[in-house]
DNA sequence: TCTATATTTCCTTATTTCTCGAAATATCGA
DNA sequence: TCGATATTTCGAGAAATAAGGAAATATAGA
């Protein structure tokens, strides 16, 4: 089987990133830029959704960096966040792996709940 | 659409999850279980597999309860723990909600590769 | 160049989390 | 009932994390 993103997570990696969403400000910030896909979202945008003081926001912005989850570009005066959907595919592929061990029947409903839910919108093939 | 599990995971709920993984020995202890199926693992086959002593062991245990991802029924002298797969559906769920939000050609890669990663084994539907 | 906007960095304090030793609880078999 | 096994609870000290005020940096436009 080919994956088709560049490096399986490791542990360390893996427990950056949760730890990286384990926490309520953090985790509604990614959630949005998840929201957001592709075009990704200015730091003040984000700290007016939130409604999170700039520093705070940029504490979390950089540790969700650092975790890999997200990244930024700049463009004028703001810098904009995007999340980082090879990441993400990394940690849930990560967080299921084994998950099938010798039992499909378990790993199905597991798999097939996270990809409705993911696609609920519709039209996700 | 339907969801198959009982309620939707809420910012909270899905933070003390996060948070119950975002720890090296936690997680590990919790990938354990995952592979371990339905059939779980006695608290000392933990301790045994993972090299942890038996109240940091146990401190673990408690965490990833109370955060719902796994739980224990009594064997004699022995608690099996077991993982929740329901939980972990919820979880992942969650994570990747709305990340369709218009972009189907976006979120889809993320899903499937979700989908492959957990049945890498193959033979999952 | 000067001023305003956008975001980050530095610093300090309060809180939470982690780990371990020691003691307690529960179950089993003799 | 007694001793051994399996696991949890308690308590304390060390380390990591969180939040906010104030100042610094970078970009844009007049």
């Given at each position: 089987m080919k994956f088709l993103y560049s490096r399986m997570m490791e542990q360390t990696d893996a427990v950056a990133a949760l730890s990286a969403l384990a926490h309520a400000g953090r985790l509604e910030v990614f959630r949005l830029l998840v929201k957001a896909g592709p075009a990704g979202m200015a730091a003040g945008k984000i700290a007016e959704a939130t409604g999170t003081l700039p520093n705070t926001l940029s504490a979390s912005l950089n540790l969700l960096t650092q975790a890999g989850l997200i990244h930024s570009r700049r463009d004028g005066r703001s810098i904009i966040y995007s999340a980082d959907f090879e990441a993400m595919s990394g940690l849930l592929t990560f967080l299921m792996e084994?998950?099938?061990?010798?039992?499909p029947a378990i790993c199905g409903p597991v798999v097939d709940l996270a990809r409705a839910g993911g696609c609920a919108a519709e039209g996700c093939a």
């Open positions: 084994d998950c099938c061990s010798g039992e």
